[in-house]
């Protein structure tokens, strides 16, 4: 488990330009403020779909062996990315630097499939953390009719992945109470890790980082079957997650441990609204599309139901 010390993150901020962009722009602002010098590149990436070779088809000579290469194609290109693309890019970059953002802020632009295109960059060039813009569609829309977001988070990436809430916007950059859903599982453990760099990072301000340990239905009522009291288990890995936050520099009074038995998804959320939560941090499962829609996935209904907290999905190779 890294500690505050040793986390170095590099992100990949995709960007479209069509669309709103504020939400994520907004928090890769505030991650980079509160991370400082622990942020050591900062990437906006835009993926051209094709959209300025399809505008204009009936320019385009087909019969040529290879249209890449061709004048016409560089032009349409070059042309739509000064007119369309660049300069939205550019105003991101400003942004971040007039929010006093020190790290290495860079652009770069691509052709491709927009969600194969990210997870490619992500994957092999080694980006610690992905900052997507949460769609606007719903549920059962995402799944049907698509969107980056939805595509990249039923793909298989490595970085862990950024969604902001409402409160980015609402409340500033400093969060006052963060949650971590706890398990046994290594992604669990580096969410943890990566809360405590960002409660550290915002000591004078955060008031409460709640750790949460829910055991399914069905291990509480084979646990009372067996005669013992179901969230007994939970109190070690609780304990152990309170003394590494202790040993990062947070203090105790700021460290609530919650055990319950249920849904894991409920009582997050429930967890989530009670507490007024601004930023959720939890490990990631990798799964399809199809599969998240018949099997649930406790990520998803957060992600869905909890939209003015900012989410943090970790996943660890």
């Known amino acids: 488990m890294k500690t505050t010390e040793d986390t170095v993150i590099r992100f990949l901020l995709p960007l479209d330009t069509e669309g709103s962009r504020v939400q994520s722009v907004e928090l890769m602002k505030c991650l980079a403020v509160i991370l400082g010098q622990r ?7 835009h993926v051209m779909a094709g959209k300025y070779l399809s505008r204009h088809m009936a320019n385009i000579d087909f ?34 630097e007039d929010a006093g953002v020190r790290a290495a802020v860079d652009i770069m632009i691509e052709d491709g499939d927009p969600v194969r295109r990210i997870i490619d960059k992500a994957n092999k060039e080694g980006y610690s ?45 400093s969060p006052k109470c963060c949650l971590v859903a706890l398990d046994e599982s290594e992604n669990a453990g580096e969410a943890l890790a ?3 760099v960002l409660a550290v990072s915002c000591a004078e301000t955060i008031e409460k980082v709640i750790l949460v340990h829910v055991l399914d239905i069905s291990e509480c009522v084979e646990a009372l079957s067996g ?34 038995c249920g849904d894991p998804a409920e009582v997050l959320i429930d967890v989530a609204d009670k507490e007024d939560v601004d930023v959720i941090f939890m490990g990631r499962r990798g799964r399809g599309a199809v599969k998240e829609l018949f099997m649930g996935s406790v990520s998803r209904k957060i992600i869905y139901r909890c939209p003015a907290q900012t989410i943090m999905l970790v996943n660890i190779d």
């Open 63 to 96: 019969r040529a062996q290879n249209i890449i290469s061709t004048d016409k194609f560089k032009e349409l290109r070059q042309g739509y990315i000064d007119r369309e693309i660049r300069p939205v890019l550019e105003t991101a970059k400003k942004e971040l």
């Open 194 to 196: 990566r809360a405590s």
């Open 129 to 173: 953390a992905l900052v997507l813009q949460r769609s606007d569609l719903s549920r059962v829309g995402e799944m049907f009719v698509g969107s980056v977001t939805s595509g990249v988070l039923h793909r298989e990436v490595k970085s862990s992945i950024y969604l902001p809430g409402t409160k980015v916007i609402e409340q500033g950059c």
């Open 227 to 260: 005669g013992q009291v179901p969230v007994q288990s939970t109190d070690d890995l609780l304990d152990n997650a309170a003394a590494f936050l202790k040993s990062q520099g947070l203090g105790v009074d700021k460290i609530s441990k919650v055990a319950a």
């Open 39 to 45: 942020v050591e590149k900062i990437t906006l990436f």
